[in-house]
């Protein structure tokens, strides 16, 4: 197991900072989870923890360690990378081995420590075959087999799972979940893809353009988004934001089409502002119910169990999230309404939460 730490960690490539004054701790058999879209700094941080990469400056510690001199060898960190990289003239069970034969260890060692990696990810029976022969979730099971046999410190995977259909994937974040948490030992997962995340990680960080924008529980930052920018990000479908102002302890839309009673937050607040409504907060009516603002069908999308609701309203669309599946058809009028103690506030200039207290 291990702490790892980034203390104030800025790389530079020429004129761009790819990270830029970066500090997070992971603890001990965490699950952490790195997230942003492409050129966030994800894969950077990585190379930078893996020795692949000097810091311009701050320190990258490994048990309070820190492990700027150090080269990869000695930081003994297993990464699984996005494109697996398993050796096509080797059977999966010499990839597997291979890290070992290369440290030399006993013959009597490998053979115990591939049979124990074998059996956790159910991977014995292909032992034999060559990676053209395998799936692409075999293929990806044997390349976490070779990093677990190295019993290293930690374990880094970049977007490991990407590659695999939505089936697949979906079965291999449970299974990864579970073999990380029977390891006890400390795993770092990039991902660009928020659901990947949002399911697995303990703890998952935010990037915005080699920033960190919040660090939290994925429960937290979804309810609690410290920006509009991480509002936007978590949450599928997305967050709607509605332009406006504040006064008097109610919300009002640019066009003074819908009023809201805030009950926290500030009291007023002169500059314009965006609500947040997550769409399983709005909720769609009959028509001309009390209370309710009226706005039209835009389009329906039945997804099961339940069913995304795309309304005109406020010269924009809102998406409300709504159970089963309601029998609506494009401009057919509908009543809306929002839930106001789950809204979000965010400053229209800076983007930054205006209240982050729990919700209802």
């Known amino acids: 197991m291990a702490r790892i730490a980034f203390v104030n960690v800025t790389k530079r490539f020429g004129e761009t900072v790819a990270v830029d004054d970066i500090s997070f701790e992971v603890a001990d058999n965490e699950f952490f989870c790195i997230f942003g879209p492409p050129t966030s700094g994800k894969s950077t941080i990585l190379r930078l923890l893996l020795g692949l990469e000097t810091p311009d400056s701050g320190d990258i510690l490994i048990d309070g360690r820190s492990v700027l001199g150090e080269?990869?060898?000695?930081?003994?960190?297993?990464?699984?990378?996005?494109?697996?990289?398993?050796?096509?003239?080797?059977?999966?069970?010499?990839?597997?081995?291979?890290?070992?034969?290369?440290?030399?260890?006993?013959?009597?060692?490998?053979?115990?420590?591939?049979?124990?990696?074998?059996?956790?990810?159910?991977?014995?029976?292909?032992?034999?075959?060559?990676?053209?022969?395998?799936?692409?979730?075999?293929?990806?099971?044997?390349?976490?087999?070779?990093?677990?046999?190295?019993?290293?410190?930690?374990?880094?995977?970049?977007?490991?799972?990407?590659?695999?259909?939505?089936?697949?994937?979906?079965?291999?974040?449970?299974?990864?979940?579970?073999?990380?948490?029977?390891?006890?030992?400390?795993?770092?997962?990039?991902?660009?893809?928020?659901?990947?995340?949002?399911?697995?990680?303990?703890?998952?960080?935010?990037?915005?353009?080699?920033?960190?924008?919040?660090?939290?529980?994925?429960?937290?930052?979804?309810?609690?988004?410290?920006?509009?920018?991480?509002?936007?990000?978590?949450?599928?479908?997305?967050i709607n934001l509605l332009p406006g102002r504040v006064r008097e302890g109610r919300f009002e839309s640019e066009d003074g089409r819908l009023t809201l009673p805030l009950g926290r937050g500030p009291i007023d607040h002169a500059a314009p502002v965006d609500l947040g409504v997550r769409p399983e907060d709005v909720e769609i009516l009959a028509p001309e119910t009390d209370g309710a603002a009226t706005a039209a069908v835009y389009e329906v999308e039945p997804l099961g169990g339940f069913t995304v609701v795309d309304v005109e309203f406020s010269g924009q669309v809102l998406r409300a999230m709504v159970r089963g599946q309601?029998?609506?058809?494009?401009?057919?009028?509908?009543?809306?309404?929002?839930?106001?103690?789950r809204v979000h506030l965010f400053a229209r200039d800076t983007g930054a939460a205006l209240f982050r207290e729990a919700r209802g």
């Open 71 to 238: 080269g990869p060898a000695r930081r003994n960190i297993a990464m699984v990378f996005q494109n697996l990289a398993l050796f096509p003239h080797m059977s999966a069970g010499d990839n597997v081995r291979f890290p070992l034969v290369e440290r030399k260890v006993s013959a009597a060692a490998i053979a115990a420590r591939v049979e124990a990696v074998a059996a956790k990810l159910h991977i014995a029976h292909i032992l034999h075959k060559m990676p053209a022969q395998l799936s692409g979730g075999e293929r990806q099971r044997v390349a976490i087999a070779r990093a677990l046999v190295r019993e290293p410190v930690a374990y880094l995977m970049d977007d490991p799972i990407s590659a695999l259909d939505a089936r697949l994937r979906e079965e291999t974040r449970v299974e990864l979940k579970r073999i990380q948490r029977e390891l006890g030992q400390t795993l770092i997962y990039v991902t660009h893809d928020q659901e990947e995340a949002m399911s697995v990680a303990d703890r998952m960080a935010i990037l915005e353009q080699g920033k960190v924008r919040q660090i939290d529980r994925p429960e937290a930052i979804y309810d609690r988004p410290a920006s509009r920018y991480v509002a936007r990000l978590v949450g599928s479908p997305p």
């Open 326 to 341: 309601p029998r609506l058809k494009p401009k057919e009028p509908v009543g809306l309404t929002i839930r106001p103690e």
